[in-house]
């Protein structure tokens, strides 16, 4: 069992920047597929951004077009820790994000849905103000 504790969510105006952090349990972390989701209110949960081993020491990183250019997802591997920086913060942003963790590390495209994650945080909110 994977546990995945969110912390970082808060206020912030428009144009404003937050980091989250996702702490993920385990001692194989640094091959764990991690993912970023939000869920505004009556909506889907939908992907935001994800980190994935490829081997070696390479990491890719994958984003929804709503976020590339303003957000980046990291991790620190030491820490058993992913981050997600959010930078010029719209109120679209607003919703609750939710980390992932995949510990299987599923190849090919399944890193996008929420499918793909094994073990889910209980979600932080953002909220920005116009």
């Known amino acids: 069992q994977v546990q995945v504790v969110e912390s970082g969510g808060g206020l912030v105006q428009a144009g404003g920047s937050l980091r989250l952090s996702c702490a993920a349990s385990?001692?194989?972390?640094?091959?764990?597929?991690m993912g970023w989701f939000r869920q505004a209110p009556g909506k889907e949960r939908e992907f935001v951004a994800a980190?994935?081993?490829?081997?070696?020491?390479?990491?890719?990183?994958f984003y929804a077009d709503s976020v590339k250019g303003r957000f980046t997802i990291s991790r620190d591997n030491a820490k058993n820790t992913v981050y997600l920086q959010m930078n010029s913060l719209k109120p679209e942003d607003t919703a609750v994000y939710y980390c992932?963790?995949?510990?299987?590390?599923?190849?090919?495209?399944?890193?996008?849905?929420?499918?793909?994650?094994?073990?889910w945080g209980q979600g932080t909110q953002v909220t920005v103000s116009s």
């Open positions: 992932a963790a995949d510990q299987l590390g599923r190849r090919g495209s399944s890193y996008y849905r929420t499918g793909g994650y094994d073990y």
């Open positions: 980190i994935r081993w490829s081997g070696g020491s390479t990491y890719n990183a």
């Open positions: 385990g001692r194989t972390f640094s091959s764990y597929t």
